[in-house]
Structures are given as structure tokens and as C-alpha cells.
């Protein structure tokens, strides 16, 4: 049996990337679909984010994504959305969501939380 903890951390986890998809993700995910050059801009912040969870030799890396449980995914990519929004904040500033035209001007930190948004879709979902 598992440790209670470690449940509740997934669950939260998984919560916490749910909730971060619904109320930001989807809109940037769907704008990306659209603009080719966002979805260029995505597809670069997706490969910076898979190499960041991938702590293996880069000869030896293949997509550690679709490779890693669910269980440990959603965690470490809840981990890092919270890390980079706790960084913003300390620095006195939001990560506001785009509206309707405005996701081509997305910043360096609203590319990368659409990164984590995306690749934690299926994780986020899965139990």
C-alpha cells in the first residue's frame, strides 16, 4: 500500500495542474493551435521543459515525458509552475492570462506555464 502522503501530494498535484489548464492553459493552447509562430514559440518552451525533468545524460535522453508515470509527472511539473509563479511573485509582479489576440505578445513566463500547461494535460487527468 501506498503512503498517504504521497497520495495527497499527486492528488494535489494533479489539482493544482487541472486548475492551472482549465484557467490559463486552454485559451493559450487554443491560440497556439492558431498562430504559427506561438505554436513554434510553445514547441520551444515544451522541449526546454522535457529536458528540465529529464536529469539523465542528454546521449542517453529519449521523451521522458511519455515514459514517466503520472504520478510523478504531475508533481514535478506542479512543482516547477509553482516555483516559477513564486518567483514572479516575489518580484512584485502577476502572470495575467492573455485575452483574445494578445497570446503572440505572450512574455518568457507565460510561454513556459503554456509549456507545463500542455505537457500536463494527460497527467493532470490521470489518477
Known sequence: MRDVGVILSEWSARRTLRRMI???????????????????ALDQHVAAVRDLLDDRPFAHRSSVITRMPARELAPRLAAYARSLLEE????????????????????????????????????????
Not at 482549465?22 to 506561438?38: H, I, K, M, Q, T
Not at 514572479?88 to 510561454?111: C, F, K, M
Open 22 to 40: 482549465d484557467e490559463f492553459g486552454l485559451p493559450g493552447l487554443v491560440a497556439a493551435r492558431r498562430s504559427p509562430g506561438l505554436g513554434a
Open 88 to 127: 514572479q511573485r516575489r518580484g512584485g509582479g502577476a502572470v495575467p492570462t492573455p485575452g483574445p489576440g494578445e497570446w503572440e505578445r505572450a512574455d518568457w513566463l507565460t510561454l513556459r506555464l503554456l509549456a507545463i500547461c500542455h505537457l500536463g494535460r494527460a497527467a493532470a487527468r490521470r489518477g
